[in-house]
């Protein structure tokens, strides 16, 4: 096709699409967001783009290119990136509490700025309705709306791709989305003055990475069942870790813990872009949450089922305000927080940034594109791992391309 995207196609070539929608945005109507076998969502071009929306996908596509700028405010940590605060905390609500993924922070957050008027919506996802699981962008104009999005869904989500409808409109709006969508959404904010001031407050979580569909079917047949023959399913949430529950038709239901979805069948469907995230940490969004638990070497909690507790990360001084605002108005309870305990509580986030040059390395020697990562620290991270670790790594990169596997 005349016109196709030299952004897109290197993207392609790489395998280095995250799925957040951010070149849908740039040219709507000429690229759309669709499932691709194994089920993931990725551009596909319908007409010919012009140069400048070419350039434009260049400059912001978080499979080309993140860079991470930080200011005189905040503290600029090797491996958790810029931030002002550290906290662990959980909503005051205890229905938000349970109901959320970790502690409910991000809810209870969202749930106040549409209370005092700050947003008059919330950009966020939701568990679709005629495909439990997977993920639809919708806006939540009330506390009820927030508190149906919340938990995490181990899904592709495309939170980008619509986003025109709401930055062309005369309203505010806050953002939930995966770090990598934060990241697209603060590059585009940079050229396009619409962005901050439609959505001013950008939240994202700690992210491991997106499992593609087929990772949600191969969790319903394990636990015995199938899509055709479910009506709801939660990842989690309804508890912390909160199990993976699959609601069928006639109303019962069928579980299955934690350790085991996400651990024995979602974490092995992730996308390639997510084995090379330098940003899992959501290092552009006003403020992130995670998972606050005392874990195993390999990130799983400590405990079978207990109430849920956020790590907070406030990043920029917005999302500093909106931490203490919240606390003030008895929407979050807050505890201090050490960074250096962090290392501990998610060895999943650290061993992939210790590993992540070799795996970079693994790829460029044999010619396949990697995204541009500036000020992510990539250099000072690997020197925190071990020659080992990072030989095992560049090795068994170089073995995936040869298998054909990037
Ligand atoms: C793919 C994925 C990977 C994750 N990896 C980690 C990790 O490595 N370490 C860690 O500590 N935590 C991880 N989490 C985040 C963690 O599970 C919690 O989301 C986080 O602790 C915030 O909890 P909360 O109770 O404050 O959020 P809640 O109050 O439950 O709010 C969750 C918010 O996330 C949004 N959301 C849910 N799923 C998606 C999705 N697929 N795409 C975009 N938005 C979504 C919801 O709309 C909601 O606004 C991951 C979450 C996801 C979705
Ligand atoms: S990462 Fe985002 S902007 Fe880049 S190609 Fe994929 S959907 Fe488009
Ligand atoms: S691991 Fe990184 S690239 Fe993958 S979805 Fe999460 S933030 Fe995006």
């Given at each position: 096709?005349?016109?196709?995207?030299k952004?897109?196609?290197?993207?392609?070539?790489?395998?280095?699409?995250?799925?957040?929608?951010?070149?849908?945005?740039?040219a709507?109507?000429k690229?759309a967001?669709t499932?691709?076998?194994p089920?993931y969502?990725?551009?596909?071009?319908?007409?010919a783009?012009?140069?400048?929306?070419?350039?434009?996908?260049?400059?912001?596509c978080?499979?080309?290119?993140?860079?991470?700028?930080?200011?005189?405010?905040?503290?600029d940590?090797?491996?958790?990136?810029p931030?002002?605060?550290?906290?662990?905390g959980?909503?005051?609500?205890p229905?938000l509490?349970?109901s959320a993924s970790?502690g409910?922070v991000?809810?209870?957050?969202?749930?106040h700025?549409?209370?005092?008027?700050?947003?008059?919506?919330?950009?966020?996802?939701?568990?679709?309705?005629?495909?439990?699981?997977?993920?639809v962008?919708r806006l939540?104009?009330?506390?009820a709306?927030?508190l149906?999005?919340?938990g995490?869904?181990y899904?592709?989500s495309?939170?980008?791709e619509?986003?025109h409808?709401?930055?062309?409109?005369?309203?505010?709006?806050?953002?939930?989305g995966?770090?990598?969508d934060?990241?697209?959404?603060?590059?585009?904010?940079?050229?396009?003055?619409r962005?901050?001031?439609?959505?001013?407050?950008?939240l994202s979580?700690f992210?491991?990475?997106?499992?593609s569909?087929?990772?949600?079917?191969?969790?319903?047949?394990?636990?015995?069942?199938?899509l055709?023959?479910?009506?709801a399913?939660?990842f989690?949430?309804?508890?912390?870790?909160?199990?993976?529950t699959?609601?069928?038709?006639?109303?019962?239901?069928?579980?299955?813990?934690?350790?085991d979805s996400?651990?024995?069948?979602?974490?092995?469907?992730?996308?390639h872009?997510?084995?090379?995230?330098?940003?899992?940490?959501g290092a552009?969004?006003?403020?992130v949450c995670a998972d606050?638990?005392?874990?195993?070497e390999?990130g799983y909690?400590?405990?079978e089922?207990?109430?849920?507790t956020?790590?907070?990360?406030a990043?920029?001084?917005?999302?500093?305000?909106?931490?203490?605002?919240?606390?003030?108005?008895?929407k979050?309870?807050?505890?201090?927080?050490d960074?250096?305990?962090?290392?501990?509580?998610?060895?999943?986030q650290?061993?992939?940034?210790r590993v992540?040059?070799?795996?970079?390395?693994?790829?460029?020697?044999l010619g396949?594109p990697?995204?541009?990562?500036?000020g992510?620290?990539?250099m000072?991270?690997?020197?925190?791992?071990?020659?080992?670790?990072?030989l095992?790594?560049f090795?068994?990169?170089?073995r995936?391309?040869?298998?054909?596997?990037?």
């Amino acid at each position: 096709m005349k016109g196709q995207s030299k952004a897109l196609k290197r993207v392609r070539r790489g395998n280095l699409c995250s799925g957040c929608g951010g070149c849908a945005l740039i040219a709507p109507g000429k690229i759309a967001m669709t499932y691709e076998t194994p089920g993931y969502l990725r551009p596909t071009q319908k007409s010919a783009l012009t140069a400048a929306e070419n350039e434009r996908i260049a400059r912001i596509c978080p499979g080309l290119r993140q860079e991470v700028l930080v200011s005189d405010k905040q503290h600029d940590d090797v491996l958790w990136g810029p931030f002002i605060s550290m906290h662990t905390g959980h909503a005051v609500n205890p229905r938000l509490r349970h109901s959320a993924s970790s502690g409910g922070v991000l809810s209870a957050i969202l749930t106040h700025l549409l209370e005092t008027d700050q947003v008059d919506g919330v950009i966020q996802n939701f568990a679709a309705q005629d495909l439990p699981i997977g993920n639809v962008t919708r806006l939540s104009r009330t506390a009820a709306s927030v508190l149906q999005a919340a938990g995490s869904r181990y899904a592709p989500s495309a939170p980008l791709e619509e986003l025109h409808r709401h930055i062309n409109s005369k309203q505010r709006f806050a953002f939930v989305g995966k770090p990598c969508d934060v990241a697209a959404l603060r590059a585009l904010a940079k050229e396009d003055e619409r962005i901050n001031a439609r959505i001013p407050v950008m939240l994202s979580f700690f992210c491991a990475g997106v499992p593609s569909l087929s990772g949600g079917e191969a969790v319903l047949e394990k636990m015995g069942t199938s899509l055709d023959k479910i009506s709801a399913f939660r990842f989690r949430g309804n508890g912390w870790p909160g199990k993976a529950t699959a609601t069928l038709i006639d109303g019962s239901t069928l579980e299955m813990s934690y350790h085991d979805s996400w651990g024995k069948v979602l974490s092995r469907h992730v996308q390639h872009r997510c084995k090379i995230c330098a940003d899992g940490t959501g290092a552009a969004a006003d403020l992130v949450c995670a998972d606050a638990w005392e874990c195993d070497e390999q990130g799983y909690p400590l405990f079978e089922e207990q109430e849920g507790t956020s790590l907070i990360v406030a990043r920029t001084p917005l999302g500093a305000t909106l931490l203490a605002k919240a606390k003030d108005a008895k929407k979050i309870s807050l505890e201090s927080f050490d960074s250096s305990r962090l290392t501990r509580m998610q060895p999943g986030q650290f061993g992939r940034r210790r590993v992540l040059f070799a795996r970079l390395s693994g790829l460029r020697i044999l010619g396949k594109p990697v995204p541009k990562y500036i000020g992510l620290h990539i250099m000072s991270a690997a020197r925190l791992g071990t020659v080992r670790g990072n030989l095992k790594n560049f090795l068994g990169m170089v073995r995936r391309v040869w298998q054909k596997q990037v």
